[in-house]
């Protein structure tokens, strides 16, 4: 099986064009300031619009990886690595903006990388997920 990757698409949009708006801005206001503002000054400006490309970047940053053996879950700011037999489920309710995986310990995960705001693609996504961990996930009759 090759390696499969979910990413949500609108929120990475949104985040990625917000944080090159916002640099850009930051870039500008630095270069266009009055003469009395002082380099130190315009650095800061600079240094702003760097911390919020970070912080916008840790909105677009998660996704779900399928691999052969795992399942690597990257949330904003945490990353999870499990076996295909950790997962027993995963789901969905109508109305949540993003499933949850259900583990073998008893605990749920929630998976940033598939976002209802997306729609039909999510419902498809979150099925692809489900096929997997169906052929995956369950371990083998002795």
Not at 59 to 67: F, Q, S
Not at 82 to 88: D, G, V
């Given at each position: ?26 870039v500008v206001l630095a ?111 002795p």
């Amino acid at each position: 099986m090759a390696t499969v990757t979910w990413r949500p698409r609108n929120i990475r949009l949104v985040a990625y064009g917000l944080a090159a708006l916002v640099l850009a801005t930051m870039v500008v206001l630095a270069l266009i300031l009055p003469p009395d503002w002082r380099l130190q000054d315009r650095a800061g400006l600079v240094l702003f619009g760097v911390f919020a490309v970070f912080a916008l970047h840790l909105l677009g940053r998660p996704r779900l990886v399928a691999e052969q053996n795992q399942v690597i879950v990257v949330n904003s700011i945490r990353t999870h690595v499990l076996e295909w037999a950790e997962i027993i489920d995963i789901r969905m309710p109508t109305g949540e903006p993003w499933p949850t995986i259900d583990l073998a310990d008893g605990s749920t995960l929630a998976v940033l990388g598939i976002q209802s705001s997306d729609g039909e693609t999510a419902r498809r996504n979150l099925s692809r997920f489900r096929s997997l961990l169906h052929d995956r996930g369950e371990a083998q009759e002795p």
